[in-house]
């Protein structure tokens, strides 16, 4: 029944945070409709599984609040084919509970707001329960749609985010030199 994500990272469509009496896990939902469980919180989860794609998640992240300009969860995406964007789907129990979930975008059919419920309806019919405004739902996934336009027709933008990248990595390398040189770790001369 758990299965790390690495092993099906292919055919992952969504991660849903969730409680059990283990603590925290994540719903890992498949292409095929399986709901398999990986027993990591969505953190450790959504790391792994950009991790397996060789892919940095703290450069990426930076890259997507450069260009959506807002900081927050914000969508990540692998290739130029997946974009998964961050929802609310599950309420918080304690203070710094992760509650938002990540689906891509080209598995989800609509929003369906009956009553007092919120819930995203997947293209194989799988509809699961929302915790934010139908207008941010909405918001969130044509964003995301967006993005992945972005992404696809501008692969020859590639120069672009490789200086992004090196901006970032450059950034990254000044504050590490000043850690090292408080701790007198780097001998300049």
Request: charged letters at 25%; one cysteine or more.
């Amino acid at each position: 029944m758990f299965v790390k994500i690495d092993t099906i990272r292919d055919e992952v469509i969504g991660l849903r945070p969730m409680y059990c009496e283990h603590g925290d896990i994540t719903e890992l939902y498949t292409v095929s409709g399986e709901v398999r469980l990986d027993r990591r919180s969505i953190r450790s989860v959504r790391k792994a599984f950009l991790r397996s794609y060789a892919i940095d998640t703290a450069a990426q992240a930076e890259m997507v609040k450069t260009w959506i300009g807002r900081a927050g969860a914000v969508p990540f995406y692998i290739d130029n084919r997946r974009m998964f964007v961050a929802l609310k789907m599950r309420k918080a129990i304690s203070s710094n509970d992760v509650t938002y979930g990540y689906l891509d975008i080209n598995f989800i059919e609509n929003v369906i707001s009956e009553s007092e419920t919120l819930t995203v309806k997947l293209i194989d019919g799988t509809c699961l329960p929302l915790y934010c405004t139908y207008n941010t739902a909405v918001q969130t996934i044509y964003q995301g749609r967006q993005l992945l336009a972005s992404l696809e027709n501008n692969i020859s933008n590639d120069e672009e985010i490789i200086i992004q990248a090196v901006q970032i990595l450059v950034s990254r390398l000044k504050e590490l030199e000043k850690l090292l040189s408080k701790f007198n770790l780097l001998n300049k001369e």
